[in-house]
């Protein structure tokens, strides 16, 4: 357990559907984080999140939207997703986004989505 | 577009011998550079940062950071199966965010 709580660790939907992901840090952190992690790809930052204001889209399809209550709390609401969406999600967090993040971030194990 | 580059492997090393890993980066105002091990089916976690030229020890790792030829590597020393991961090499854009590199995938031979 790292801190950083996510849910569910897998998840199969088919393309017309609505599901969410959600992520839970008891670190204190600041920011938040969202990743897609793809096969033999670098992780691609989707979201950021800095005392619960978002900071970062980085060109992130409208259908994938965060949601981030508080500065503890962060979900990724999904509709209509493609195949080519099936990936890893991981959620992270870190003290200060902006820093140069000495202790680097913390992840979460990571939403395993299929999408069919 | 601002890069990470790393090989992909999978790079083969026996069991008790030095394993290099190499990263390049392309921006050139990168200032904070980091190293992190992930297992097969989980996260990503942090084993080695760097901020200055040269060597950083800690204990059987060794990061290596060369600012004038944009590269930084990591050195395992006395591999063991379980360093047996994938790697990823992350360095801080101009904005502070990561920039990660597709991670090296390493397995240590018995």
């Known amino acids: 357990e790292t801190g950083v709580t996510q849910t569910p660790r897998h998840l199969v939907m088919g393309m017309t559907n609505k599901k969410s992901l959600k992520c839970e840090q008891h670190?204190?952190?600041?920011?938040m984080y969202w990743y897609k992690q793809s096969a033999k790809k670098p992780l691609e930052l989707m979201f950021v999140?800095?005392?619960?204001?978002?900071?970062e889209n980085n060109s992130v399809p409208s259908r994938f939207s965060p949601e981030c209550p508080n500065s503890s709390h962060l979900f990724l609401h999904l509709h209509t997703l493609q195949p080519e969406d099936s990936a890893l999600y991981l959620c992270a967090s870190s003290q200060d986004p902006g820093l140069t993040v000495d202790h680097g971030y913390t992840f979460g194990s990571g939403t395993r989505l299929t999408v069919v | 577009q601002k890069e990470v580059e790393q090989n992909s492997g999978p790079l083969s090393v026996p069991e008790g011998a030095i394993a290099s890993l190499n990263c390049t980066y392309s921006d050139r105002g990168s200032q904070s550079f980091f190293w992190y091990r992930q297992y097969s089916g989980k996260s990503p976690e942090l084993i080695m940062s760097?901020?200055s030229n040269g060597d950083k020890e800690d204990g059987r790792f060794t990061a290596q950071l060369n600012k004038a030829s944009q590269y930084v590597s990591l050195l395992i020393r006395d591999s063991q199966p379980s360093d047996s991961a994938t790697y990823l090499c992350?360095?801080?854009?101009?904005?502070?965010?990561?920039?990660w590199g597709a991670g090296t995938k390493l397995i240590i031979k018995p």
């Open positions: 999140y800095n005392f619960k204001e978002q900071t």
């Open positions: 670190l204190g952190h600041n920011a």
């Open positions: 760097i901020y």
């Open positions: 992350a360095v801080t854009g101009s904005n502070y965010q990561l920039i």
